[in-house]
């Protein structure tokens, strides 16, 4: 669809309860914006869409970091995506994405989409998978702990956020797609109004700390009381675990495993390869289903490449096409290996063609180039290049991206 004929312009400070009624009316939220949603509004990266005084579409990107393979980088987090239900499918999403995907200093762009089908037709992929688990208590059965695992200790939120961003931290170098928190956003993560608690409990902050007494991992749950036909049935709702030590990391999955009461454990935000499923005996009883998560799209290919790092070493010239940003048309040559990549353009015969959005899916390491080949989204023209640089795209630990933004 064509971009519509409605003006498309910045947004004000000023304008930002409007700009989240808006959105909120079309994801069919009640909107209650408080003093740190406005401070950590970004009006000149908000843009909306008038029809005459009203506004009929918002989008906005938020200025904040992103772990790669490889470094942690700018990305632009997009979110707040949202047309007027009257004024739908008369091409507002579309013109608020090309001017947005034109204008990002960032060298990519980053979503969570509400619906599989609105993204890919500008130029965004998959490129992480979420796992949600499910899990029966009753019959995952947790290895029983051996050794001192050292102490699990819950402390209160007002002393957490230092001790929680350092985890953060620690996980981004290990995991490619977490988003980086400023203190402001650590504040509007570790927020708990109980009107948003829909009838669990206050947010438990639970840390681990290693045998010298360093917070070396961090869990936030929530409870939820239940009585079932025989017995007790409560929930727990696993909000976040970030602990890359492995005695923290157990300490914490078996403390919420064996939880009295408790019948069902959900946790919405695992990574494809997370390593719980080797501390119980019945990993099936996780109840694992999976999703995407991540939408990633190149806004500067050369940039975007260089940024990250590769698992194998690859030299190798691709050839990109994209319909909506047309700097990143034509042929690049990547060099890479796990300490240094450039990419430059090249008149060089290209060795892969591929659309950005194909470029954009494999990105952050989890999905192989050689997926999009089979279906004919990557070609190779020299052989053994496609094998080379799914090698090299590839990355030892999968993407896990901690929140819905
Ligand atoms: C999704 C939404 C933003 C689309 O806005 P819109 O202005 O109607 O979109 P456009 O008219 O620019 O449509 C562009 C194309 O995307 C398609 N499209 C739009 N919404 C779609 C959806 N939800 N699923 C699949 N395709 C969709 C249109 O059919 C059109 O396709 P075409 O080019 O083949 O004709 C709007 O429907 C909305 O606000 N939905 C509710 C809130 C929401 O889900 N926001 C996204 C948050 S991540």
């Known amino acids: 669809m064509a971009d519509s004929e409605f003006v498309v312009r910045v947004a004000t400070a000023a304008e930002h309860d409007r700009f989240v009624g808006l959105f909120a009316a079309a994801m069919m939220f009640e909107s209650s914006p408080d003093d740190l949603d406005r401070e950590l509004f970004e009006p000149e990266r908000a843009l909306v869409v008038m029809d005459g005084d009203e506004f009929v579409g918002t989008a906005k990107a938020m200025s904040r970091d992103l772990s790669v393979p490889g470094a ?4 632009a987090h997009v979110t707040a995506v949202g047309v007027r239900s009257t004024h739908r499918r008369q091409g507002i999403l579309s013109g608020l994405m090309g001017r947005q995907l034109r204008e990002v200093p960032e060298a990519l762009a980053v979503l969570w989409a509400s619906e599989s089908g609105i993204y890919g037709r500008f130029g965004y992929a998959p490129a992480a998978w979420v796992v949600s688990y499910e899990a029966d208590l009753h019959r995952v059965k947790p290895h029983p702990v051996r050794g001192d695992l050292g102490g699990v200790e819950e402390i209160r939120a007002e002393e957490a956020l230092p001790l929680l961003a350092r985890m953060l931290g620690e996980l981004q170098a290990r995991r490619p797609g977490v988003s980086g928190r400023s203190e402001q956003l650590w504040r509007k993560r570790l927020q708990d109004q109980p009107e948003h608690r829909g009838g669990m409990t206050a947010r438990h902050v639970l840390v681990h700390r290693d045998g010298a007494g360093i917070v070396d991992g961090y869990v ?7 009585w079932g036909p025989t017995g007790p049935a409560s929930e727990v709702v696993v909000e976040e675990v970030v602990a ?4 923290a990391y157990h300490a914490l999955w078996y403390h919420l495993l064996t939880l009295d009461l408790a019948a069902k454990l959900e946790y919405g935000k695992a990574a494809v390869d997370e390593p719980l ?3 119980v005996s019945s990993p099936v009883a996780l109840g694992r289903r999976v999703t995407e998560s991540l939408w990633v799209r190149l806004t500067d290919v050369p940039r975007a490449l260089a940024q990250r790092r590769y698992a194998t070493s690859v030299d190798v010239v691709i050839e990109v096409t994209d319909h909506l940003v047309e700097a990143n048309n034509g042929r690049f040559r990547l060099i890479g290996d796990t300490g240094h990549a450039s990419c430059e353009r090249s008149e060089s015969t290209p060795d892969l063609s591929m659309s950005v959005t194909e470029l954009a899916g494999a990105y952050l390491g989890a999905r192989p180039l050689a997926e999009f080949a089979a279906t004919g989204r990557v070609t190779e023209h020299t052989p053994g290049a496609l094998s080379a640089a799914t090698s090299a795209f ?4 999968a993407p896990v991206s901690l929140e819905i933004f």
């Not at 942690?72 to 990305?75: E, F, H, T, Y």
């Not at 936030?220 to 009381?225: A, S």
């Open 72 to 75: 942690v980088v700018p990305a």
């Open 220 to 226: 936030l749950w929530r409870g939820k009381m239940g």
């Open 244 to 247: 890359v030590e492995p005695t």
């Open 277 to 279: 499923q080797q501390l």
């Open 394 to 397: 590839g990355w030892p630990a």
